[in-house]
C-alpha cells in the first residue's frame, strides 16, 4: 500500500452542475466534491456550505448569479470540517450560523482540521491563501432554529450525531425540501473519520420521517423524488453498517487494525469501491470505527502524524 492518501493524486477538476431541487432551491454539485444549496427567500439568499476556500466559493456566487441577483445574507454551515466551512468568508454575509456544538469543534479542533485536510486534498484547497483564517459563526444554536427570508421559512435542526457530533439539517416547509450535509450521499463514500456509528442511522431515521421531496446531499448528485430520497437514505445506511460490523466483529476478539482494514475491504468492496473518495475515506472510517467498537466514543483529533501513523498501522 503506498503511503500516500488516494485523494492526494486526485486532481481531476470535476463537473459541476446547479440543479433546482424545489422552487428557488438549488443544489451545487461537482460529481463527489463538496456540495453547496442555494434557498433563495423574498428579499435575500441563504447559501448552505461555504466550500473549502473563498475561490472555490466564487463558483458558487457564480451560479447563484445566474439564477438571482438578491443579496447573500446567510451562510449555514451544518459542521465544523475545513473543505465546507473555509470559503465562507467569499460570500460577504451579515450572518454565519453553526450549530453550538460545531462552534465548539472549531475551538476544539478546527486548526488540526484544516492542516489534516489540507495535506490529504490539496485540489480541494485551490486558493487557499485566499482563506482569511478559521470560520467562526456569529450565530448560534443548540437543538432548533427558524431563519425567516422575508416569507420563506428554513428550519435549521440538530436531528441527531452522525458524520460529526454538530450536524444539522436544513428544511423549507414550503417545497418540503432538505439540506442535509453529509449525514446522506449518493454514490459517494461518507467519510467516517469524525463520526459516530452506532447513532448514525437513528439520525438517518429522524430525517426519513420528514417524508421529504428532495434532498440536497453533502456529496453526489441532487436526489429529486420520494424513490431518490429513499434510495440515498438507505444506501448511507448500507454503507455506515458494512463498514462498522466487521470492525466490531474484529475488535471484539482484539484483533488489530490491519485485520479490521481487511474485513472491511471484503465487505465494502464489492458494493462501494466505485463510489467517489472511496479509496480517500476508507482508512480514516477503518479507524474510526475501530476506536468506537473499543470504547473511544469522542472521535480523536486527527492530525498530520497522527494520519501517516494510522498508514502505518493499516499496513500491519
Given at each position: 500500500?503506498?503511503?500516500?492518501?488516494?485523494?492526494?493524486?486526485?486532481?481531476?477538476?470535476?463537473?459541476i452542475?446547479?440543479?433546482?431541487?424545489?422552487?428557488?432551491?438549488?443544489?451545487?454539485?461537482?460529481?463527489?466534491?463538496?456540495?453547496?444549496?442555494?434557498?433563495?427567500?423574498?428579499?435575500?439568499?441563504?447559501?448552505?456550505?461555504?466550500?473549502?476556500?473563498?475561490?472555490?466559493?466564487?463558483?458558487?456566487?457564480?451560479?447563484?448569479?445566474?439564477?438571482?441577483?438578491?443579496?447573500i445574507?446567510?451562510?449555514?454551515?451544518?459542521?465544523?470540517?475545513?473543505?465546507?466551512?473555509?470559503?465562507a468568508?467569499?460570500?460577504?454575509?451579515?450572518?454565519?450560523i453553526?450549530?453550538?456544538?460545531?462552534?465548539?469543534?472549531?475551538?476544539?479542533?478546527?486548526?488540526?482540521?484544516?492542516?489534516?485536510e489540507?495535506?490529504?486534498?490539496?485540489r480541494?484547497?485551490?486558493?487557499?491563501?485566499?482563506?482569511?483564517?478559521?470560520?467562526?459563526?456569529t450565530?448560534?444554536?443548540?437543538?432548533?432554529?427558524?431563519?425567516?427570508?422575508?416569507?420563506?421559512?428554513?428550519?435549521?435542526?440538530?436531528?441527531?450525531?452522525?458524520?460529526?457530533?454538530?450536524?444539522?439539517?436544513?428544511?423549507?416547509?414550503?417545497?418540503?425540501?432538505?439540506?442535509?450535509?453529509?449525514?446522506?450521499?449518493?454514490?459517494?463514500?461518507?467519510?467516517?473519520?469524525?463520526?459516530?456509528f452506532?447513532e448514525?442511522?437513528?439520525?438517518?431515521?429522524?430525517?426519513?420521517?420528514?417524508?421529504?421531496?428532495?434532498?440536497?446531499?453533502?456529496?453526489?448528485?441532487?436526489?429529486?423524488?420520494?424513490?431518490a430520497?429513499?434510495?440515498?437514505?438507505?444506501?448511507?445506511?448500507?454503507?455506515?453498517?458494512?463498514t462498522?460490523?466487521?470492525?466490531?466483529?474484529?475488535?471484539?476478539?482484539?484483533?488489530?487494525?490491519?485485520?479490521?482494514?481487511?474485513?472491511?475491504?471484503?465487505?465494502?468492496?464489492?458494493?462501494?469501491?466505485?463510489?467517489?473518495?472511496?479509496?480517500?475515506?476508507?482508512?480514516?472510517?477503518?479507524?474510526?470505527?475501530?476506536?468506537?467498537?473499543?470504547?473511544?466514543?469522542?472521535?480523536?483529533?486527527?492530525?498530520?502524524?497522527?494520519?501517516?501513523?494510522?498508514?502505518?498501522?493499516?499496513?500491519?
Amino acid at each position: 500500500m503506498a503511503k500516500t492518501f488516494a485523494s492526494q493524486g486526485d486532481m481531476t477538476e470535476k463537473k459541476i452542475s446547479f440543479d433546482e431541487v424545489g422552487r428557488d432551491l438549488w443544489a451545487f454539485t461537482a460529481e463527489g466534491d463538496p456540495n453547496s444549496g442555494v434557498i433563495i427567500g423574498d428579499d435575500s439568499v441563504m447559501i448552505v456550505e461555504a466550500q473549502a476556500t473563498p475561490l472555490l466559493a466564487a463558483k458558487v456566487i457564480e451560479k447563484v448569479r445566474s439564477v438571482t441577483d438578491k443579496p447573500i445574507s446567510h451562510v449555514v454551515l451544518t459542521h465544523y470540517h475545513a473543505v465546507r466551512v473555509l470559503g465562507a468568508s467569499a460570500y460577504e454575509a451579515d450572518q454565519i450560523i453553526m450549530g453550538e456544538t460545531a462552534r465548539g469543534m472549531v475551538a476544539e479542533r478546527g486548526q488540526e482540521d484544516w492542516d489534516s485536510e489540507f495535506q490529504r486534498f490539496p485540489r480541494l484547497f485551490e486558493g487557499h491563501e485566499s482563506i482569511p483564517g478559521l470560520t467562526w459563526p456569529t450565530t448560534t444554536f443548540s437543538d432548533t432554529m427558524t431563519v425567516y427570508l422575508g416569507n420563506r421559512r428554513v428550519d435549521l435542526m440538530h436531528l441527531g450525531r452522525a458524520h460529526t457530533a454538530g450536524d444539522i439539517v436544513i428544511h423549507v416547509p414550503d417545497e418540503n425540501v432538505m439540506f442535509t450535509g453529509d449525514i446522506v450521499e449518493d454514490h459517494s463514500a461518507c467519510y467516517c473519520g469524525d463520526g459516530y456509528f452506532n447513532e448514525w442511522g437513528h439520525t438517518l431515521d429522524n430525517i426519513a420521517a420528514f417524508d421529504v421531496d428532495a434532498i440536497a446531499p453533502g456529496r453526489g448528485a441532487a436526489l429529486v423524488g420520494k424513490v431518490a430520497v429513499e434510495r440515498a437514505i438507505e444506501s448511507t445506511r448500507d454503507f455506515v453498517d458494512s463498514t462498522y460490523d466487521p470492525v466490531a466483529r474484529i475488535a471484539a476478539r482484539g484483533g488489530t487494525l490491519k485485520e479490521a482494514w481487511d474485513a472491511v475491504r471484503d465487505a465494502c468492496d464489492p458494493k462501494f469501491k466505485d463510489y467517489a473518495i472511496y479509496e480517500h475515506c476508507l482508512p480514516f472510517n477503518v479507524a474510526r470505527a475501530y476506536d468506537e467498537a473499543r470504547g473511544i466514543e469522542h472521535p480523536r483529533i486527527w492530525t498530520a502524524q497522527r494520519d501517516l501513523d494510522m498508514w502505518e498501522a493499516l499496513q500491519g
